[in-house]
């Protein structure tokens, strides 16, 4: 009995500010205040150690200036038939399956009442996404759920229908996640319900089976190739992919891909490996893949070297709950941020980390229905557009503290971090920063170039 109520006597009465994890108390607190529109101030000052090596901060200016409401929507898919204009921040994937009917309603709902897109994850478009409303991206992963055959291969059909909803904003291809790249998914048979089961195009009680590779393609170019088709078949709307960097001359590869096909993703999600899932084996969590960070300037250099940068959007999710956390992502190389966990929190999670239990006490991540029911669809969308516009507000209110009007004048120099006792340095001088093009000169040296010549569009390894 202990063992089982150990996470809430924990997080009640044992935890302190600086405690808890993946998200410490004092976070969730913050998220919770700004979700449910109460003091967010603290007092006294803070209880950071701020010079701690590590620790993350930036400079402000004598001379702050206002940024512009509007300077927060950033245009996806500029050369698109239709072009969608989206927030700086949006709800990151969580698949119905992982999240219960009312979570995925509150959460449309509050997308709709802030002008935001919620990312459908890979397990469809179900019918509680489109009950409120809200812009939907609509992400397709290996096990195509929602647009395949009973053999698990692409169903284009299927797809064009789904995609065709006016509703539907993007199509977002997903390659891997954070919290367990490389691995793949399984949604066990007991929990393939009737329901689940219709709504993906699977077979009730059967095992619902995410491979970890795409089975319509195998090469760099052919998964470009499979963008075209899906951009082609959904009418001209956005088309990207999310992936969580792994090998880097595997990203380069794909980049070398671009080049050779012309074929331009109109946008790429990077997720840290420091994100979250429904389940996830430990060592994949622990271990495997890339965190935000160092993965985002990465790409983002990749991108400028290779002349790609300005072709497409990058969006970036790994944690983000604070407007702080936005200016990081930005400032390495994001256009625009998504966050899941920081959304279930708005929802009123309180990281109880039962979710792949389906004894969730917050109704969030349960297909439980007496559990679900409780979750208060109209009360919980208010907070999470709450969290949303306070946090961007929060954003906003920084990037002018910076002495900057956009958050398009941002960039690596504007984050620095502890490197040593006593020693910040910006990212900028932390990470190698590439010149525009300079990738695309035969000539080119340094840590870039060296991989660069190594990838080959034709073959991932
Ligand atoms: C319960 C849960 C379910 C998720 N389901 C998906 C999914 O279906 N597809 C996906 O790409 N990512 C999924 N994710 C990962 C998130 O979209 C996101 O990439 C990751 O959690 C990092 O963001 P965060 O730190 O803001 O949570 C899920 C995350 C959670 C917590
Ligand atoms: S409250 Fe629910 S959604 Fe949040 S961590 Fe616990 S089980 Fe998962």
């Known amino acids: 009995m202990f063992e089982f109520i150990r996470p809430e006597i924990q997080q009640y009465f044992v935890e302190s500010d600086k405690d808890g994890t993946p998200f410490s108390r004092e976070i969730r607190s913050l998220v919770y205040q700004k979700a449910k529109g109460v003091r967010d101030t603290i007092a006294f000052g803070t209880k950071n150690d701020i010079t701690a090596i590590g620790y993350e901060f930036s400079y402000h200016s004598l001379a702050p200036k206002h940024v512009r409401e509007d300077e927060n929507k950033v245009i996806f898919g500029g050369d698109c038939t239709k072009p969608y204009s989206a927030s700086r921040l949006n709800i990151s994937g969580i698949s119905f399956g992982a999240i219960s009917p009312n979570a995925i309603r509150a959460l449309n709902k509050g997308a709709k009442i802030g002008n935001f897109a919620h990312n459908t994850g890979e397990g469809a478009i179900s019918p509680y996404h489109l009950e409120n409303g809200g812009d939907i991206i609509w992400q397709i992963g290996t096990g195509y759920f929602g647009c395949r055959y009973k053999n698990g291969r692409f169903n284009p059909e299927a797809f064009a229908e789904n995609s065709s909803d006016d509703i539907v904003k993007m ?193 969030i991540a349960t297909q439980n229905k007496h559990r679900w029911k409780s979750l208060d669809v109209p009360d919980k969308s208010l907070r999470v557009s709450n969290f949303h516009r306070r946090v961007l507000s929060d954003f906003s209110e920084i990037v002018g503290g910076l002495g900057l009007s956009s958050p398009e004048e941002l960039d690596a120099s504007h984050v620095r971090k502890y490197t040593d006792i006593g020693v910040s340095k910006s990212f900028a001088e932390i990470y190698p920063m590439a010149k525009t093009g300079e990738l695309l000169d035969p000539a080119a040296q340094g840590v870039y170039a060296d991989l660069w010549k190594s990838a080959k569009a034709e073959s991932f390894n």
């Not at 979250?276 to 969590?285: D, N, Q, R, S, Y």
């Open 171 to 363: 199509v977002e291809l997903k390659l891997s996640q954070g919290a367990k790249p490389a691995h793949g998914g399984i949604l066990p048979g007991v929990k393939v319900t009737e329901e689940i089961a219709r709504i993906p195009m699977l077979e009730a009680g059967v095992d619902a089976i995410s491979p970890p590779m795409h089975p319509e393609f195998s090469t760099p170019i052919g998964l470009l190739e499979f963008l075209a088709k899906l951009k082609n078949l959904c009418g001209g709307k956005p088309v990207g992919i999310k992936l969580c960097i792994g090998h880097r001359g595997e990203f380069m590869a794909l980049c070398k891909a671009m080049i050779a096909t012309g074929i331009i993703p109109d946008f790429i999600t990077v997720d840290g490996a420091e994100g979250g899932t429904g389940a996830a084996p430990l060592i994949f969590a622990d271990k495997v893949g890339t965190p935000i960070n160092e993965a985002i300037i990465f790409v983002h250099n990749v991108l400028v070297g290779a002349g790609l940068r300005n072709r497409m959007r990058l969006i970036a999710s790994g944690k983000v709950a604070t407007g702080y956390d936005m200016l990081t992502k930005i400032a390495l190389g994001a256009d625009t941020c998504n966050a899941a966990r920081a959304m279930m929190f708005a929802l009123g999670c309180i990281q109880s980390l039962q979710c792949n239990t389906d004894k969730c006490p917050t109704g």
